[in-house]
């Protein structure tokens, strides 16, 4: 069965940073492409970042998480991660991880994480 289970997410203000993690498990981590995505309050699901496509270094980022985030993974301990840096109050949300890119074969609950003054 597969599980993804994100955590990290918190409050902070705009311009501090936080590092999401994705603990994956029931499928073979490193065979995947793995994405986050955020879903802020009213809206639907917008794509953040992607990693492991064509090749498992391999990057994507959408255009507002360009050099403000950083995806990564941990293929010895299947864990996904999402270091976020100068954050934003737009940022806020809820990040959810998920596997694969353009069709998702499973996602997680999502960890909020919310940037106000």
């Known amino acids: 069965q597969v599980q993804l289970v994100e955590s990290g997410g918190g409050v902070v203000q705009p311009g501090e940073s936080l590092r999401l993690s994705c603990a994956a498990s029931?499928?073979?981590?490193?065979?995947?492409?793995m994405s986050w995505f955020r879903q802020a309050p009213g809206k639907g699901l917008e794509w953040v970042a992607s990693?492991?496509?064509?090749?498992?270094?391999?990057?994507h980022y959408a255009n507002f998480a360009k050099g403000r985030f950083t995806i990564s993974a941990d293929y010895t301990n299947d864990t996904l991660y999402l270091q976020m840096t100068n954050l934003k109050v737009r940022d806020t949300g809820v990040y959810v991880c998920?596997?694969?890119?353009?069709?998702?074969?499973?996602r997680g609950q999502g960890t909020q994480v919310t940037v106000t003054l």
């Open positions: 029931g499928f073979t981590f490193s065979h995947h492409a």
């Open positions: 998920a596997v694969g890119k353009d069709n998702l074969t499973a």
């Open positions: 990693i492991g496509i064509g090749d498992i270094d391999v990057t």
